[in-house]
């Protein structure tokens, strides 16, 4: 296969980024993502205090007001599900791993 075929095939892939910490509104990342085909899912981390956490989260919180084609909805309102029914079970937490989503699933 030419090399041009290989980037026309990669474009053409529906792709979800699942770590990635986005905190500010940057045309040139939202023009990327279009390009390249991309959703991503923004993670707050709560390695640095409360007030940094709380404001990621509101970060996160208007970047999918304003671009919500970016991120993955399908994949979010099904994990919302699932988590609600795992807390109503017993549930006193979540445990999320590093490795968590990467592996290719029909290369």
Not at 13 to 28: E, G, L, P
Request: charged share 25%; net charge negative; with cysteine.
């Amino acid at each position: 296969m030419q090399a041009e075929n290989h980037v026309a095939y990669l474009n053409s892939i529906n792709k979800i980024d699942v770590h990635t910490q986005v905190q500010m509104d940057a045309a040139f990342l939202r023009e990327l993502l279009d390009q390249e085909n991309f959703k991503y899912l923004n993670v707050c981390v709560d390695s640095m205090g409360l007030e940094m956490t709380l404001s990621q989260r509101e970060d996160a919180r208007d970047l999918y007001q304003k671009y919500p084609r970016h991120y993955s909805p399908r994949w979010t309102n099904r994990t919302i599900e699932l988590l609600k029914q795992d807390f109503e079970s017993g549930a006193i937490g979540v445990k999320t791993w590093e490795n968590f989503g990467m592996e290719i699933l029909n290369p």
